[in-house]
């Protein structure tokens, strides 16, 4: 079973520029989750799903916008990076989002904003 | 405002000793606590967790100890294997209230590193 999917890996990008970082969950999961994981401030949320077709805002969504058109996908769009959002991003998704339910992280994409 | 914070941000311990890594928390709401091991390069992996319901949990070489008195949180690994390096974070969560997310609140890190 293949989990969760990030894709790509890792990604240096020039400031202005847009990007989106994929994720992808094969486990039917209802909740998925976006975090920045920066050195010293652990990890934060930037936005979240309770289910397909809606969306949320965490602790930093500032520069970050999502989507969910599906239960298996949760893509995370930067339309105009910035040197701060210099990260490495995980994304997560556990069965509900009522806190019964263990969320589980991706590999992780590491951007570097130039 | 309320956070999840650590005692210890480095660990050494010797291969086979028994390890204990500490947490503090804040928030009285608190009702949900997990414990994740981040490897070198890799995302956060589930390890434990307890609700506040309970004062220890236990699983697989690891046990979790909750003291709701004094908002302290450990995660205690027996018979430490060098493949216990890494990264280990305590998160925790008040009840999910219906809205909005369930929110986990990470602590910043304790790094454990097993000596041969």
């Known amino acids: 079973t293949a989990g969760i999917t990030q894709a790509p890996t890792s990604q240096i990008l020039a400031a202005g520029r847009s990007m989106t970082l994929r994720c992808t969950q094969d486990?039917?999961?209802?909740?998925m989750y976006w975090y920045r994981q920066d050195l010293g401030l652990g990890l934060r949320l930037i936005h979240y799903?309770?289910?397909?077709?809606?969306?949320g805002k965490g602790e930093v969504p500032d520069g970050y916008s999502v989507s969910r058109a599906n239960t298996d996908d949760f893509p995370l769009t930067l339309a105009s990076a910035v040197p701060s959002q210099t990260s490495v991003y995980f994304c997560?998704?556990?069965?509900?989002?009522?806190?019964?339910?263990?969320?589980?992280f991706g590999p992780g994409t590491r951007l570097t904003v130039l | 405002g309320e956070s999840v914070g650590l005692h210890l941000p480095t660990l050494s311990v010797q291969e086979g000793d028994n390890s204990i890594i500490n947490c503090a928390y804040s928030?009285?709401?608190?009702?949900?606590f997990i414990w994740y091991k981040q490897e070198s390069g890799k995302g956060p992996q589930f390890i434990i967790d307890?609700?506040?319901?309970?004062d220890k949990r236990q699983g697989q070489r690891v046990t979790v100890l909750l003291n709701k008195t004094v908002k302290h949180l450990s995660l205690q690994i027996a018979a430490t294997q060098p493949g216990d390096s890494a990264v280990y974070f305590c998160?925790?969560?008040?009840?999910?209230?219906?809205?909005?997310?369930?929110?986990?609140?990470f602590g910043k890190g304790t790094k454990l590193s097993v000596i041969p």
């Open positions: 997560a998704s556990s069965a509900d989002p009522d806190g019964t339910d263990t969320q589980y």
């Open positions: 486990m039917r999961h209802n909740a």
């Open positions: 799903s309770n289910t397909a077709g809606t969306t």
């Open positions: 928030n009285s709401a608190s009702d949900y």
């Open positions: 307890i609700r506040s319901n309970m």
């Open positions: 998160a925790e969560s008040p009840s999910y209230s219906g809205a909005g997310s369930y929110q986990l609140t």
